[in-house]
DNA sequence: TAAAAATGTGTATGTTTGACACATAAATAG
DNA sequence: CTATTTATGTGTCAAACATACACATTTTTA
């Protein structure tokens, strides 16, 4: 609602949890801050919101600015808003989460934010409340990429089957039956062969697939759900 | 992210959608404005967050304010932001939504605020993006309300099983099979019978059950999920 | 060249869902 | 007050799905 008595304004930041996969595990873009606040800290990348940008503009740019990708999966996750979860200043955070095929990024650009990228396993301590946005950001990356398939904005164009079953291996975080997994995935029709094999990763076997965009926007669209047992494990 | 050069502060407000359940269709708490901008048209309640308060406290502030209710399941949506979406001023919103029991609110600060309760399927226009956010609230109440028992949130202390039926297929807008609902619903053992029957209501049949509290929290916890098959439901 | 590991396809079993039958209790119409 | 209609409670069955596991083939490694 707007339109009443104005009260004050407020800074309004964004952070972005940035996630990728190196065909074992997830793992998050990260920066390991060479300017203050909490100079040499570990924090996810964000920045503010300027007066004429929209929100999502926003997110957008500070995403391209950290890896010079533009057209990535972005969704908006949650505002934090506790009064002192800045110490420096009242700020309120709009938190994005982005899924980036993390061979596709631009090298210098990591450099220049002092960014790197790190296992979920092994995530270090951040600052402020970013420790919670990552949960929040896992927790709803399980629940979103069980109705929709959008684990595979992870990959690259071409991946094998064994390739996408370790990564929703690594994003359920449990280990899954090869032969039903296969069987599921192909049930789905979202998968066109390529009929190329892999050659280039170290493991050399396994047909090339690549994603049926037609098939993708319906799933994407919601006319069916992609593997909704998973739900099961979007919980707790 | 935050600590980086300040750009500007901008306003931010709040806005709540509020459900509740008539025994019959999903309802909404909707303002007819008596007050500028937009007088005289409806909109949800909203207001402004204040610097020294955080944002889940502002949530329940105004929806205490309208309804007299405090202890009600208010849960944080989505931030709104676009840079024109409010023209008098720049303002970004919060949005929450709520699910109270209908009966429980105070009948005066509703006539207050000029505010009633209007059937999802009668909603008029609302001012700004209002709408997209009751529709976004409403996506995400489907998709909630399948993994997780909320839905009770939106009866009295006491129901029959038809009346939570009711209210599934109000929320889900489909009809369910009473049977298959009875017996998916016992398994979950979340009901408790009371031994009591429904007196009151126009319908003077069945029996009288309340939440076995333990059970919901373990729900809410996600240890398991509740109508797992609901989730396609939500989808679109 | 042989052994080990990864891949592709197939089958059997238990569980769950969804469609439907029947009996009983309560409300309504005459 | 009684008969009819409506709502409720419990049960059965077949189809769909998830899970567990077997086997043959290809690729990698020793």
């Not at 899924?99 to 301590?125: E, G």
């Not at 684990?151 to 899954?176: H, R, S, W």
């Not at 995935?185 to 979202?190: D, G, N, Q, R």
Request: glycine share 6%; with cysteine.
């Amino acid at each position: 609602m707007t339109g009443y008595q104005h009260s004050s304004r407020i800074l309004v930041a964004l952070d972005c949890i940035i996630f990728g996969f190196d065909g074992e595990a997830l793992k998050l873009l990260l920066i390991k801050r060479n300017f203050d606040p909490e100079f040499g800290k570990w924090s996810l990348m964000g920045g503010f919101l300027n007066a004429d940008e929209d929100l999502h503009d926003a997110a957008t740019r500070i995403l391209f600015t950290l890896t010079g990708l533009q057209n990535n999966y972005l969704e908006q996750l949650q505002t934090f808003g506790a009064v002192k979860r800045d110490p420096v200043e009242r700020t309120i955070s709009v938190v994005y989460y982005s899924l980036v095929n993390i061979d596709d990024q631009d090298p210098l650009a990591l450099k220049t934010h002092n960014a790197s990228w790190i296992d979920l396993s092994n995530k270090p301590r951040l600052i402020f409340d970013h420790d919670q946005m990552v949960e929040a950001a896992l927790r709803q990356l399980r629940y979103k990429a069980a109705l929709y398939p959008i684990g595979f904005e992870l990959l690259p164009e071409k991946f094998t089957v064994p390739q996408l079953q370790k990564l929703y291996e690594a994003i359920y975080n449990v280990k899954l039956d090869r032969r039903n997994f296969s069987r599921k995935i192909m049930a789905t029709e979202l998968l066109m062969g390529t009929g190329e094999k892999d050659l280039t990763s170290v493991t050399k076997k396994g047909q090339l697939f690549k994603l049926n965009k037609e098939k993708y926007q319906d799933y994407l669209n919601g006319y069916q759900s992609f593997l909704p047992e998973f739900t099961e494990l979007s919980l707790s």
